[in-house]
């Protein structure tokens, strides 16, 4: 069963930094585009930052210049850096793993950003 596995949450000033990993096993973890998604309270799920198989990326754009994507095919990890936190980054983010139809999501992890 394919499982992908989110860590790196929790509560953060504003300003401050986290780093996200998304551990994946049971996939050809390669041929995958990866995406980070978020889903605030009372919103909707969105994609805040992916990379391609070749490592191609692209950004929601509240978050460019502030957040990276990177991904590490040797440890089947995907990371977000974020950086510059703000309270509206709030939200639960999820792992996601895409190809050829296929579609994988992790449970989730919480970044909460407050003072």
């Known amino acids: 069963q394919v499982q992908l596995v989110e860590s790196g949450g929790g509560l953060v000033q504003p300003g401050g930094s986290l780093r996200l990993s998304c551990a994946a096993s049971?996939?050809?973890?390669?041929?995958?585009?990866m995406g980070w998604y978020r889903q605030a309270p009372g919103k909707q799920r969105e994609l805040v930052a992916a990379?391609?198989?070749?490592?191609?990326?692209n950004y929601l754009h509240s978050v460019k210049g502030r957040f990276t994507i990177s991904r590490d095919n040797a440890k089947n990890t995907v990371y977000l850096q974020m950086n510059g936190l703000k309270p509206e980054d709030t939200a639960v983010y999820y792992c996601?793993?895409?190809?050829?139809?296929?579609?994988?999501w992790g449970k989730g992890t919480l970044v909460t950003v407050s003072s």
């Open positions: 990379i391609t198989n070749t490592g191609r990326t």
């Open positions: 996601n793993a895409a190809y050829d139809g296929l579609d994988y």
């Open positions: 049971r996939i050809t973890f390669s041929i995958y585009a």
